[in-house]
């Protein structure tokens, strides 16, 4: 047997808290992906993490197989009666060859081997299958608070993102995408959080962990005086917004 693909594993040690304190995306970008296949009997969210995007595929697909190569991750996704949730990595995904409608990855095409990667999407996905690659950028909520958040980003946490992330702070655009493209809408996520929601999820964040094994300091209580200051009471819910940028496309093999 080959050996499976080595992962860079950023979330697996704090999976739950990932998956109470993740944003939710728009039902608008799950329509847009079921619009684009011929069929919808099966769809493969890869890197599924805790399955927030394969419960959203379900609505609109007959069955969804959600694979991550993280066990931990897996044991804090959101069940669905629609969903199969399976370890594995995405070059290495043990479906069947032309057996998927549609691929998608939710924020996590930068952490994969990509040429691998899209052989196994050829492989997988039936001519005129849909493939849906989509990363959300950075957060915003008002001119005050975003300039803290931004300083937390670049200047405190900033050494410690790896450099995949450059992937995401350019919206994918510079991503590879070897598919018959075809226009994305523009989309956002948007929830009401309170200051501690906010704190919880700069929490989750890949290099505030690496800050904290690095220098025994949590850096969120670094930025927290100065996040509760700009944020107002801190019980009061405001609109937190994240841009979406995504790639999509159909694959046409012989084209």
């Given amino acids: 047997m080959s050996a499976e693909p080595a992962f860079k594993d950023h979330f697996s040690s704090h999976a739950a808290d990932y998956a109470r304190s993740r944003p939710t995306y728009p039902l608008e970008l799950f329509e847009f992906v079921a619009s684009l296949p011929a069929e919808r ?6 890197g599924t993490g805790n399955g927030q995007a394969a419960v959203g595929l ?8 959600a694979t991550d190569p993280s066990e931990e991750q897996l044991r804090s996704a959101f069940p669905h009666e629609r969903v199969d949730y399976r370890r594995a990595p995405a070059e290495a995904s043990g479906l069947e060859s032309r057996s998927v409608d549609a691929v998608t990855v939710a924020q996590a095409a930068h952490w994969f081997d990509l040429d691998a990667f899209y052989g196994e ?14 990363c959300y950028v950075l957060t915003r909520v008002s001119p005050e608070i975003d300039e803290v958040i931004d300083r937390y980003y670049y200047d405190t946490v900033g050494p410690y993102w790896p450099k995949e992330r450059k992937l995401v702070d350019d919206g994918y655009a510079s991503l590879p995408f070897p598919f018959d493209e075809v ?36 850096p969120v209580t670094l930025v927290e005086p100065e996040l509760t200051a700009v944020w107002g009471p801190p019980e009061v819910s405001r609109e937190v917004t994240w841009p979406i940028r995504m790639r999509a496309g159909l694959y046409r093999p012989g084209e």
């Fill in 58 to 65: 379900a609505a609109h697909f007959d069955r969804v197989i």
């Fill in 41 to 46: 009997r099966l769809a493969w969210d890869v």
């Fill in 121 to 134: 999407v050829r492989r997988v996905l039936k001519p005129g299958g849909a493939v849906a690659i989509w």
């Fill in 183 to 218: 226009l994305a809408p523009d989309l956002q996520i948007s929830l009401p959080w309170t200051l501690a929601d906010m704190i919880a999820y700069l929490r989750t964040w890949s290099p505030t962990r690496l800050y904290i094994k690095a220098n025994g300091v949590d």
